[in-house]
Nanobody, 124 residues
Framework: QVQLVESGGGLVQAGGSLRLSCAAS????????MAWFRQAPGKEREFVAA????????TYADSVKGRFTLSRDNAKNTVYLQMGSLKPEDTAVYYC?????????????????WGQGTQVTVSS
């Protein structure tokens, strides 16, 4: 059974930093792209960042480029999202997602597995 568990969310002031973690279990027998999405109240879930299994391809949303960094440790089945220079508009529930055998994509429905989400709140 596939399980993705996010952690590291919280309350931070604008300009601050947070690091989110996503521990994956049950993702065996295949190569998978890992991604982060976020969803603010009243808005649709949106793409944040994703990295292919090999690490050869990493994509960021324009809104976070230069401020957020995605990294992954395949040996630990863990993916991280280092967030810096946080803004109030970054406030959202952040979700980890996995896509088996597929390349990096920004489309929500392309991902097979999702975590439960972790809240990030940035105060002004």
């Amino acid at each position: 059974q596939v399980q993705l568990v996010e952690s590291g969310g919280g309350l931070v002031q604008a300009g601050g930093s947070l690091r989110l973690s996503c521990a994956a279990s049950g993702l065996t027998g295949g190569r998978y792209t890992m991604a982060w999405f976020r969803q603010a109240p009243g808005k649709e879930r949106e793409f944040v960042a994703a990295r292919s299994w090999s690490g050869a391809s990493t994509t960021y949303a324009d809104s976070v480029k230069g401020r957020f960094t995605l990294s992954r440790d395949n040996a630990k089945n863990t993916v991280y999202l280092q967030m810096g220079s946080l803004k109030p508009e970054d406030t959202a529930v952040y979700y980890c997602a996995a896509r088996l055998w597929g390349s990096v994509t920004v489309v929500v429905s392309d991902y097979n597995y999702w975590g439960q989400g972790t809240q990030v709140t940035v105060s002004s």
